[in-house]
Each structure stands twice: as structure tokens, then as C-alpha cells.
């Protein structure tokens, strides 16, 4: 089964309008010849997304969200709903990230009315998951794992699955500079395959991708894309200089 590389640039509260536009201007003219073997997406903060959706309009780049919430409109201070997102021509929106569960206090419950809603909308959630450090210890990793997947996707029927994408993030590898390695990376994607195998079969299991996120930077993106189940990267650090997440995404589908 072949999956289209997917690699996205998760800014998170870093660039506003004037830096998106300046990051987009040196990025747009160098990134075409890469986009046939794979799919970029950016996803700058909430202001600076009107900016982005002009430059990225006629761009072989896509526009994602950081978050969306799982409401319709009215009395929520501060958040943003899908019919926002899609009149900017926002494509994906990233969900469940560990920085929303452990700063914000996202659960499984709350991520799930998230993806169902992004899916109301026709966006395409990049839905996150991983394990702490200390689950990883304490030989946890596939109950969290199941408990993430099973609770994030209850309900979600298998068409809506396939406008998913998975992002396979473990919590100690984000912002850190440790990677996991090629061969711990690739253990849990399989893993993660082999739960949606069990949620919606297994042709559409192998139908899905799943990206690693982690510390992934040019030096390390061909080893990890050159997995059988890691189908491309979701990218903080890396992605903040464009010549730096150039590179990543040339050395990504070069693996
Ligand atoms: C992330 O924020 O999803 C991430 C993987 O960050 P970094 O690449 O900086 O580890």
C-alpha cells in the first residue's frame, strides 16, 4: 500500500501575520518541486491565518488550524469555531496535541467532539496521540495508545476516518530534541495501525496515515519517513526557519 508522505509545520504560538508572511514569501518560492511525492501543510496561530490563506491560495501548500473548538458559535470567550476556519480556506486542523491535554486539559471525550465536529466542517483533523515518558516506563504504551485512538474516534465512522490523519507524537520526544529512534517509532505506528485495523478492518487501516512528531529535523527525516508505517512528520521546531523545513521535507521524501 502506498500513502502520500504528509509533512506539517505545527508553528504553535510562534509568527505572527508580519513573520507568516516573510516565512511564506522565501518558502512558496522553492517548495513546488517537492510537493509531488508529498503534502505540506502550515499551521500558523489563529491571526495569522488570513495572511497565510492569501499567500497559500494557487499554492501547492496547505492550511491548517492549531485547534477548533467543538462547538457551533455564541458564549465561549476566546475560542473559534469550523465555519471560521473554512472561510479562510483552512484544510486540516490539529487535534488532541499533548500541549492541549496536558496545558489545557483537553480528554479523549473532548478531543473526539473536536474531530467530529472538524469532520462536520469537511476539515481534516490531524489527530494526535502518544505516551509520557513515565507511561512509556511503566509499560504502558499500547494501553494508552488504545485508550487515545478508542476515545478519540468513538463514533467516528469509517468515511470520516479516512479524512484523518494520525500524528504518533510521543510527549517525551516533543520540543526536546530526543528522537525517538527509527525502530521505537516505527514499533508504535504499527501498533497504532494494528488498532485501527481492529476499529474499521484492515484495508482501511493501511489506507491511513500516520505521522511521527518528535523532534524530527533534517538530519533524522529520512531514517523515520523510510518506515514502512510512518507516513511523514508533524514538525515544530524544525519547521520555524524555512530553509530548515525545506530541508527536512526534501531529506523526508528522499527516505
Ligand atoms: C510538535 O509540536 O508537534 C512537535 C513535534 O514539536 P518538535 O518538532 O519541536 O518536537
Redesign the pocket.
Given at each position: 500500500m502506498s500513502r502520500k508522505l504528509i509533512i506539517a509545520a505545527?508553528w504553535?504560538m510562534n509568527k505572527g501575520p508580519s513573520e507568516t508572511g516573510d516565512f511564506l514569501k522565501t518558502f512558496l518560492a522553492k517548495i513546488a518541486p517537492l510537493t509531488s511525492n508529498c503534502e505540506v501543510v502550515v499551521a500558523p496561530p489563529f491571526v495569522s491565518l488570513p495572511i497565510a490563506s492569501e499567500l497559500l491560495a494557487n499554492s501547492n501548500v496547505e492550511l491548517a488550524a492549531q485547534n477548533v473548538s467543538q462547538f457551533d458559535s455564541g458564549a465561549y470567550t476566546g475560542e473559534v469555531n469550523v465555519v471560521m476556519l473554512k472561510e479562510l480556506y483552512v484544510r486540516h486542523v490539529i487535534l488532541g496535541?499533548s500541549e492541549r491535554r496536558s496545558i489545557y486539559g483537553e480528554t479523549d471525550a473532548v478531543i473526539n467532539g473536536k474531530i467530529k465536529k472538524a469532520r462536520e466542517a469537511n476539515l481534516r483533523p490531524i489527530f494526535c496521540i502518544g505516551e509520557t515518558l513515565e507511561e512509556r516506563e511503566a509499560g504502558k504504551l499500547e494501553e494508552v495508545l488504545r485508550r487515545q485512538v478508542r476515545g478519540g474516534l468513538d463514533g467516528v465512522s469509517e468515511k470520516d476516518l479516512l479524512d484523518c490523519v494520525l500524528a504518533y507524537?510521543p510527549v517525551w520526544?516533543?520540543?526536546t530534541g530526543v528522537t525517538a529512534s527509527p525502530e521505537q517509532a516505527q514499533e508504535a505506528h504499527a501498533f497504532v495501525r494494528s488498532l485501527l485495523a481492529e476499529l474499521y478492518g484492515k484495508t482501511v487501516s493501511e489506507k491511513i496515515r500516520i505521522q511521527y512528531?518528535?523532534?524530527?529535523k533534517a538530519g533524522n527525516a529520512a531514517e523515520l519517513m523510510g518506515q514502512p508505517d510512518i507516513d511523514g512528520a508533524?514538525?515544530?521546531?524544525?519547521s520555524l526557519e524555512p530553509q530548515s523545513f525545506l530541508d527536512l521535507i526534501q531529506n523526508g521524501v528522499a527516505g
Open positions: 505545527n504553535k496535541h507524537e520526544a516533543i520540543g512528531g518528535g523532534s524530527v508533524l514538525v515544530g521546531g524544525a
